[in-house]
């Protein structure tokens, strides 16, 4: 079995102002993301597993991976990892450390849960202001948009260590 590889990390230059809010692989054709069209052409292929490498507008890209999360425009996207950084830095370590036992109890797998809890917190909080849409259905969908989150923010730091410091 093949692993497919999507790029879905274009900044769309070309096709400003239509990138502006939205990434390139999003871009509708006959009411279709992009994306869809590619991944559907990937499995009729025989290729049933498949990587989205995203970068501009990631945020987008996983709200399309999880249906139920729903974030729109630039200025919403910029707002919203706001609220999410300021959680993140303020609430989250109290959170982490009173948790802390049941982290352990669950090796670790409860810090999902609080990352579900933060990003379910900033849906809430944006909520609050007409400017900001973004929403989240569901304990599921804010669970899976957190896993995403997670992982790409991983990747992120691993990817932005010095040079000097290994990458084990």
């Keep these: 079995m093949h692993t497919a590889f999507l790029l879905a990390a274009g900044l769309g230059t070309r096709l400003r102002p239509l990138t502006l809010e939205r990434p390139k692989a999003l871009l509708p054709v006959c009411g279709v993301p992009m994306l869809d069209y590619a991944l559907a052409l990937a ?3 025989g290729h049933a597993s498949i ?3 995203a970068h501009y507008l990631w945020r987008q890209v996983a709200a399309w991976a999880v249906g139920g999360i729903h974030l729109e425009g630039w200025e919403s996207t ?3 990892a706001l609220i999410l950084g300021l959680l ?3 609430i989250r370590p109290l959170l982490f450390w009173l948790s802390l036992p049941l982290t352990c109890l669950t090796f670790g797998f409860f810090v ?8 379910g917190l900033t849906a809430w909080i944006a909520g609050k202001f007409d400017r900001i849409h973004f929403a989240i259905d569901g304990f ?4 899976w948009g957190a896993i ?3 992982l790409v923010a991983w990747a992120l730091g691993w990817l932005a260590r010095p040079a000097g410091r290994s990458r084990q």
Excluded: E, G, Y
Aim: charge should be neutral; glycine fraction near 0%; avoid cysteine.
């Design 51 to 53: 990587l989205v490498n």
């Design 112 to 119: 999902l849960v609080l990352n579900t809890a933060m990003l």
């Design 88 to 90: 993140n830095a303020t």
């Design 78 to 80: 910029l707002i919203v």
């Design 140 to 143: 599921w969908d804010a669970f």
């Design 43 to 45: 499995r009729a292929h």
């Design 148 to 150: 995403i989150i997670s």
